[in-house]
């Protein structure tokens, strides 16, 4: 897309993968950016292996993909407007009492209603970012539901070198030993075709921040993804976690996180990492991204009160400053 067919002329295609309320919180930053017109194409490519809550119940009675990180993606995207706004907090509603509805989520319901409807996990998802005034679109990373295996170290007694398999998103994510590698069942879905394409057309694409090996690193695991973030042209940012996941990625710094990537993806082209300026551990950091030609770019992201939650706006001006530079 030439830059003089965009609605500002440095206007940017990008491209955001991830999952969770690591995903959420990179995709409201970016909202930011598409109504100051420094990204006019905005797509979202969401992890869709969750087993747990609301999701994983919709899962296993349908059989379809669980919508919940779909849906924080698709509210993290809408207008600002009172109609807009409204609709993302309906679409947010989790139904209290004692009954069977109990912990269930609106915005899964109606996700899982349009897809029984169209019959089109993509075309449901696209009506559902018309109502809230989407700026930009949701895809899942696969079109069929999807189990994380983890190999882990340190559940065996007596021997802490022994791998056991682990399976389940919820299960990786809480287990209490050390995550060694990821990988899919099945292992090789089918990517959502529009994903694909929107990767392969993007001048960026942003990786993280979220669960490291539940949100993050699955997109790896999906061949046609991962051929696309190899071939494509688009400068491939890695957003750092403010700090380590307990059960999931106990002890790990800035460093330990860019490292797992790179084994798990040992082709990918980095072109920047972007890190809150608080972590300790930046000079490792800096050596590991240089071993793999990426630049570091530190920068105040965290909010303020000392929990480890991205800042929409501080993010969006971090991503700002990336992007401008090029």
């Known amino acids: 897309m030439a830059g003089a067919d965009r609605p500002g002329a440095d ?11 690591g995903l959420h ?9 598409v109504d100051d017109l420094t990204v006019d194409q905005l797509t979202a490519i969401v992890t869709v292996a969750d087993n747990g809550g609301s999701s994983g119940r919709l899962r296993r009675e349908f059989g379809v993909l669980p919508p919940g990180d779909l849906r924080m993606a698709l509210a993290a995207l809408c207008g600002a407007d009172r109609w807009d706004d409204t609709w993302a907090q309906v679409l947010q509603h989790r139904f209290a009492g004692e009954g069977e509805m109990r912990g ?11 897809w029984e409807q169209l019959g089109d996990h993509v075309e449901a998802l696209d009506w559902v970012g ?6 930009g679109r949701v895809l899942p990373m696969a079109l069929v539901p999807m189990d994380i295996v983890a190999d882990v170290r340190g559940l065996v007694p007596g021997d802490p070198e022994a791998l056991t398999s682990v399976q389940g998103q919820v299960e ?5 030993g050390m995550i060694e590698s990821i990988r899919l069942i ?6 959502a ?9 993007a001048e960026w694409v942003f990786l993280g921040p979220g669960s490291w090996f539940t949100s993050v690193l699955p997109h790896l695991m999906v061949r046609a993804l991962r051929e696309a973030l190899v071939a494509t042209t688009a400068k491939i940012v890695v957003v750092l976690n403010l700090g380590e996941q307990p059960g999931e990625t106990t002890g790990f710094g800035p460093a330990e996180h860019l490292s797992v990537l790179l084994e798990h993806a040992p082709d990918l082209r980095i072109h920047t990492v972007l890190v809150d300026s608080s972590l300790d551990g930046l000079d490792e950091l800096s050596r590991v991204a240089e071993k793999c030609g990426a630049q570091v770019e530190v920068a105040d992201v965290a909010v303020g009160d000392g929990t480890p939650r991205h800042d929409p706006e501080r993010l969006a001006a971090a991503y700002a400053r990336v992007i401008g530079a090029g």
């Open 104 to 114: 269930h989520n609106l915005g899964n319901l109606l996700i899982v209603g349009l």
């Open 193 to 201: 075709p529009d994903a694909v394409k929107a990767i392969r057309e």
């Open 130 to 135: 018309r109502l809230l005034g989407a700026k």
């Open 172 to 176: 990786v994510a809480s287990t209490d």
């Open 25 to 33: 919180a990179s995709l409201s930053a970016l909202r930011l950016l």
């Open 186 to 191: 099945p292992d090789n879905p089918p990517a």
């Open 11 to 21: 206007a940017q295609a990008v491209v955001a993968l991830g999952g969770g309320h």
